[in-house]
Nanobody
Framework: QVQLVESGGGLVQAGGSLRLSCVAS????????VRWYRQAPGKQRDLVAS???????NYADSVKGRFTMSRDNAKNTVYLQMNSLKPEDTAVYYC?????????????WGQGTQVTVSS
């Protein structure tokens, strides 16, 4: 199992930046994949960025070139640096971890952190 705690959300003007953090209760090395999702009001939860294997990252087209996912192994923390924010980036951002347990992959979620981008 793993517990995830996100932080770093807030209110920012368009064009601004925020850095989200996701602290895991176990070593990042022991997690098969870590992902950031977001969910805007009335919309489905969408994948924003993912990191698996060593530090291989992938991004949704809507955030490529603006968001960067990274990790600090010593702190068991994954980050999402968000630059050039747009109002359409407004959403609750969730950290997700995928663990292989008893031959099955299982998802774990943090509580989410609100990001609001004003125009």
């Amino acid at each position: 199992q793993v517990q995830l705690v996100e932080s770093g959300g807030g209110l920012v003007q368009a064009g601004g930046s925020l850095r989200l953090s996701c602290v895991a209760s176990r070593s990042i090395f022991s997690i098969n994949a870590v992902r950031w999702y977001r969910q805007a009001p009335g919309k489905q939860r969408d994948l924003v960025a993912s990191m698996s294997g060593g530090s291989s990252t992938n991004y949704a087209d809507s955030v490529k070139g603006r968001f960067t996912m990274s990790r600090d192994n010593a702190k068991n923390t994954v980050y999402l640096q968000m630059n050039s924010l747009k109002p359409e980036d407004t959403a609750v951002y969730y950290c997700n971890a995928v663990l292989l347990e008893r031959l099955q992959f299982r998802d774990y979620w943090g509580q989410g952190t609100q990001v609001t981008v004003s125009s």
